[in-house]
């Protein structure tokens, strides 16, 4: 059985949200199961944090959507079986969120061409992804047709969700301390240093803000109450605890850090590949929203502060 990946994180909680009966019988036990694998296909060239302004358009023709455009930054797409995408179907609709429909297609036909972005550290793990007259059935709709905007929401809150996860912020800041407890910094055992022991009290005091900020919202969740704001606030507080860690790993592991240059995949690294960790951690508040977008979510979804104008 393969590693499941972003199927069961993101699309299964989006079909169980959003789909159609026939689409999660589907779709969703071979996700779980992980013998489907599946590629996220929201960002383009000219569409990131500003993603309603995509370009990529389907059509719809004799039963089928005939999909043209470019996909970019899909993560590991070239494993991938099936996308999850955002195209233009409605060219004429008032506002371009409107003009949104969500489909799901087969990456294997010839339409589809895949070519992966070698990255700094030396593997691939983003992928462009061409459509040139690819197909898909005209159910494989998630949401109305013109509906992908609000669909997409769903799939984006579960992405942050996964990637705000406490738990993870926890896992990670273990890991800086057991690295801390053999480590020496500016020639004393790190965990005697004033410096670094403030860093890592701050760093702590944080990791445990976020996770009993986390027990709040399953609690409330469970009690069908609506945690609110708090929600939004995952993703850029795991991210930055996360690049925290890295940048204190940076400083406990000194010059092997310059020594050891950063090859292979960042997904997983440990405490034996720091130098990978920081690179990860930069990716990681970029993914699914950058931390500045996340702040303009907070001020303006969850505090009310006035739109941000025409950016
Ligand atoms: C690790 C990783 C995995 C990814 N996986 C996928 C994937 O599987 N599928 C997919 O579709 N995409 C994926 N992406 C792409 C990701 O969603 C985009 O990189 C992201 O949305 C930002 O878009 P952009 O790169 O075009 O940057 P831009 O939108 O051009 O932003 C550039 C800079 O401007 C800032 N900025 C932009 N608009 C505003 C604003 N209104 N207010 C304040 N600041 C602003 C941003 O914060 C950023 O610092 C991934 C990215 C990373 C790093």
Redesign the pocket.
Known sequence: MEEPG?GTSMLVPTLLECGTEALKQRFIPETLTGDIRW?????EPN?????ASLRTRAELRNGQWHINGQ?????LAQHAHYMFLLARTEPDAPSKYEGISYLLVDLRQPGVRIRPLKQMTGSAE?CEVFFDDATTPADWLVGGRGEGWRVSKATLNHERSMIGGAESSVELFEKLLSLARKSNFEGVPALAHPIMRERLSVLAGEVQAHLYSSYRQLSMTAHGQNPGSITLMNKLVNTNISHKVAAIAQDLVGDAFLLAPPTGSTRGAGPEKWNLRFFASL??T????????QR?IIAERGLGLPR?KN?
């Open positions: 972003i590629a996220q296909g929201y960002s569409a990131g944090s500003d993603l996909k970019i930054w899909s993560t983003f990716g990681l970029i993914g699914g929203g950058t931390s500045n977008i303009n941000e950016v």
